[in-house]
């Protein structure tokens, strides 16, 4: 993996004016290891910095809108060459804690996330810690770990 692919990676799932160690703990995860090339920690970058990082490297295009997903160099998406219904409409994404931890209500409500952003969180094992997730506009919550997200 390339330092540009790792700094695709992480972009897909900070937020803007978010570092990437932030990103990992509202996730609920803690820093395991070090990603190191030559001098290269992510970990203090900001969501900022890796969009101006990409942009030099000619990852993001000057069309590219916030909160797209970033596809690594030589990566297609399959349905841009395709006319598919679903681009023009995506799906977006809401979650709350089942029991949230001490100190946030559990009528507060994150979001919207992309199909694609909540499948990552899902498989990263985000949502086995209580989650519920709906889509935006429904009103009923179901469990994280049992949607599929496609």
Not at 94 to 114: H, N
Not at 121 to 135: A, E, H, K, T, Y
């Amino acid at each position: 993996m390339t330092e540009t692919d790792i700094y695709v990676e992480f972009l897909n799932i900070v937020r803007p004016s978010e570092t990437v160690i932030q990103a990992i703990q509202r996730l609920g995860g803690r820093k395991k290891a070090v990603v190191k090339g030559e001098h290269f920690d992510i970990y203090e970058e900001s969501y900022e910095q890796m969009v101006r990082i990409l942009r030099r490297a000619g990852v993001i295009p000057d069309d590219w809108m916030v909160g797209t997903p970033i596809l690594k160099p030589g990566e297609r998406a399959e349905a841009i060459w395709e006319d598919d219904p679903l681009l023009s409409n995506p799906v977006n994404w809401e979650y709350k804690w089942a029991t949230p931890p001490e100190g946030q209500s559990s009528d507060e409500v994150y979001g919207p996330f992309t199909s694609t952003e909540m499948k990552s969180w899902r498989d990263q094992g985000f949502f086995n810690q209580g989650i519920l997730v709906r889509m935006v506009g429904d009103s009923t919550f179901e469990p994280g770990d049992s949607v599929t997200f496609e």
